[in-house]
């Protein structure tokens, strides 16, 4: 779907990087000043690299061996922006509108109709950018961009300018729009919570340059990434489906790789797919299996990995069938004797996972 191999020299800043990527949403993630939003405008058209390619769909885009650098308006890439940069004297409808006209002819058009309906602007139409709520200029910025009908979409931050309830009011709009257009996204973020509940891979940039590519799920479990995927709300990410409902006790079972995990009843169907996030500080380990406990996940496994990490806690991941991470006390480390090879029991909490993706 997606191959970039580019370098740039902006100022003082080099950018070497590269990755490719299927179809699906993936997430670029790094600390401020890593380079994303860079790489983003040069896919699409708005900087300039000095060397390298990049090809979507087929298509090339930017060859500087074969002089090939086509203008934004032809690389047909859907962009939103950290601000909706809607037309103010223009109603929703008329935005809406300017995005169709974007499509080049002959294109097959997405349904206007469609893209009302999934982003739920019925009734926005009428109204001005002004009279809007930051989401809602955000779900129109969206819908301009979808009517565009691009290869490919590109969103740069996209909800970093929305407080906590605006951005959970937009996060399921943006986990739609994969499933009802077969559209593909690259979203830049340097919010983990976003990345797992939105992505289905993972770029991870550092000064310029793409250290890791791959999976979420496998990204997130690499101990070596921490300092730039973060510690504190490091966990595991665990793809999922609901196996069952029981009714009596309020309770879902998610059934993964690793065996079956309860948690408080969820609103999905038989055979739904979720994603789970376990944050490693809410993961206990034992030696032995525990009796008579409260704890309803319990799961056998055996370490691969303990951090070296300074302070008084130590991360530890556990093969489980999946990845799992652990956040002990060195002192429990150390008494335990846990090491890689140790065989251990690790405990969830039912009301200590996150749900962070359904589709």
């Known amino acids: 779907m997606l191959e970039l191999d580019v370098t740039a020299q902006l100022g003082d800043f080099t950018i070497k990087a590269a990755f490719s990527a299927d179809a699906g949403i993936t997430a670029l993630f790094g600390p401020s000043g890593a380079g994303k939003t860079s790489l983003i405008n040069m896919l699409a058209g708005l900087e300039r690299p000095q060397r390298g390619r990049i090809v979507v769909q087929d298509t090339v885009l930017f060859d500087s061996a074969q002089g090939i650098n ?9 962009y939103v922006f950290q601000e909706s ?15 169709e006209r974007l499509v080049p002819l002959g294109t097959a058009r997405v349904d206007r109709d469609d893209v ?11 109204r001005r950018p002004k009279t809007l709520s ?48 077969d559209l593909s996204i690259v979203y830049v973020s340097h919010n983990m919570d976003e990345i797992v509940r939105l992505a289905d891979q993972l770029v991870v940039m550092a000064d310029g340059a793409v250290v890791a590519q791959g999976p979420v799920d496998e990204i997130t479990a ?25 009714t009596k006790d309020a309770l879902t079972k998610l059934s993964f790789e690793g065996g079956d995990l309860w948690l408080p009843q969820l609103d999905l169907p038989m055979g739904a797919t979720l994603r789970i996030r376990v944050r490693a500080r809410d993961v206990s380990l034992a030696l032995t299996p525990p009796e008579q406990i409260s704890v309803l996940n319990v799961f056998p496994g055996v370490v691969l990995e303990v951090g070296e990490d300074d302070g008084p806690q130590v991360d530890v991941l556990v093969d489980i069938g999946s990845p799992l991470w652990a956040r002990i006390t060195k002192r429990s480390q150390r008494e335990l004797d846990i090491r890689p090879g140790t065989k251990v029991h690790a405990l969830i909490k039912a009301m200590a996972v996150d749900r962070n993706n359904a589709n």
């Not at 086509?70 to 859907?78: I, T």
């Open 134 to 181: 930051g989401g809602e200029r955000q779900r129109v910025a969206i819908g301009r961009a979808l009517l565009a009908a691009p290869r490919l979409l590109l969103m740069d931050e996209p909800l970093a300018n929305l407080d906590a309830p605006r951005r959970a009011e937009i996060l399921p709009f943006i986990e739609k729009l994969r499933r009802r257009f």
């Open 222 to 246: 690499r101990l070596d990434l921490r300092p730039l995927t973060g510690r504190w709300d490091a966990g595991a990410v665990l793809s999922t489906t609901v196996a069952e409902q029981d």
């Open 70 to 78: 086509l203008p934004p308006e032809r690389r047909r890439l859907g």
């Open 116 to 126: 009302i309906d999934v982003l739920a602007l019925a009734p926005l139409l009428q």
């Open 85 to 99: 940069r809607l037309f103010p004297h223009m109603t929703v409808a008329d935005n809406l509108s300017y995005g």
